[in-house]
């Protein structure tokens, strides 16, 4: 596990995430005290150990109003995942290409994605 409370900025406010859960499985999931942000890491071996994935999920929770006036919990979400053979690759390699994914994934090329361009 990591060491805890995980911090995260986001819209330049820094919230502390402390461990809420903690499963047997290989998966934390750190959430600030009203459940409004998530991070969750996972892992998991593939069948015969011939790979691995590790999952780092940062989740919101907000409450939208519908036409009605009632309200509804929605959640969305931003994944990364490290799938990583049992040969070929070190883990250094790994972390590089998620540096360089991270470093790409500005805000006009997330604004292009997320309006349906590939």
């Given at each position: 596990m990591l060491t805890d409370p995980q911090n995260l900025t986001i819209?330049?406010?820094?919230?502390?995430?402390?461990p809420s859960t903690?499963?047997?499985?290989g998966q934390t999931?750190?959430?600030?005290?009203?459940?409004?942000?998530?991070?969750?890491?996972s892992h998991e071996r593939k069948k015969g150990g011939k790979s691995a994935r590790?999952?780092?999920?940062?989740?919101?929770?907000?409450?939208?109003?519908?036409?009605?006036?009632?309200?509804?919990d929605r959640t969305a979400s931003v994944h990364i995942v490290f799938s990583m053979p049992s040969e070929g690759?070190?883990?250094?390699?790994?972390?590089?290409?998620g540096q360089a994914l991270v470093?790409?994934?500005n805000s006009t090329l997330t604004d292009r994605v997320l309006g349906f361009e590939s």
């Open positions: 819209r330049t406010v820094s919230t502390d995430l402390p903690v499963a047997n499985d999931v750190y959430a600030d005290n009203d459940g409004q942000f998530a991070v969750q890491i590790h999952t780092v999920k940062l989740s919101e929770l907000k409450s939208v109003t519908q036409p009605d006036g009632s309200s509804i690759f070190t883990t250094e390699e790994l972390n590089e290409l470093g790409y994934c």
